[in-house]
């Protein structure tokens, strides 16, 4: 991989790496019980600011990899699916959600659909590149990465589909909190994987160099 590409996938992990600790941090201060609160009630805590921290780190790191993919013309659909992703994850931390109980507010629905459609994309991206690349060792747990994470999406909307029927639930009757960070547990590792991934990517763009270089020294 190029120079400039290898510091670009470096500063990639180092922003995700800050992600998950600042992430990790926001649950160990707060203390709130992670099986029914989902992640975006911590920001209703007074450590809450570091929630958008972290998820503008991983919107950092999901650009990144975005504009690495990017540069392979054919890689352009999943280029930006991961960047959807990325920019998704900078509303859930600009527009917070809405405490419990109060009726859906322009931020809230920002927030809702914005992760809705964040938990949608980085599976979907992971699903074309490990297709693309099927002979590629990484593939494998990409796909599987990204099926666990819409399966268990179908979790996470299934309680909002049931509160639209009109029947009563809340978190506290689900493991709301696990659910949910299973899928962004799921996606964050389709993201870590993607830089095996985009070193395969390079790895298949060499080959046509090569011989073309080869043909010229024979020419």
């Keep these: 991989m190029a120079r400039q590409g290898s510091k670009m ?10 992600g998950a600790v600042t992430m990790t941090g926001l ?18 805590q007074p450590d809450g600011w570091l929630l958008p921290v972290s998820l503008g780190l991983f919107a950092t790191a999901a650009t990144t990899f975005g504009v690495l993919l990017a540069r ?11 960047a959807v992703w990325g920019l998704c994850m900078l509303l859930i931390g600009a527009f917070p959600t809405d405490k419990p109980g109060v009726p859906l507010s322009m931020s809230g629905g920002i927030h809702r659909y914005a992760a809705f459609v964040a938990f949608l994309a980085m599976p979907l991206a992971g699903l074309i590149l490990s297709r693309r690349y099927a002979t590629n060792p990484y593939a494998r747990p990409v796909r599987l990465l990204s099926l666990a994470s819409l399966g268990v999406l ?10 639209m029927l009109g029947i009563d639930l809340t978190n506290d009757d689900i493991p709301a909190g696990v659910t949910q960070r299973l899928v962004v547990a799921f996606e964050v590792g389709v993201l870590v994987m993607l830089g095996p991934v985009l070193r395969a990517c390079h790895g ?5 160099d090569d011989r073309a270089r080869a043909v010229a020294m024979v020419r």
């Design 27 to 44: 649950h160990l201060v707060t203390g709130l019980d992670p099986v029914h609160t989902v992640i975006s009630e911590y920001a209703f």
């Design 204 to 208: 298949r763009a060499a080959v046509p």
């Design 9 to 18: 996938l470096v500063g990639g992990y180092t922003a995700i790496g800050a």
């Design 72 to 82: 392979r013309g054919e890689d352009r659909g999943a280029a930006t699916l991961v």
């Design 154 to 163: 179908v979790l996470v909307v299934a309680p909002y589909v049931v509160r």
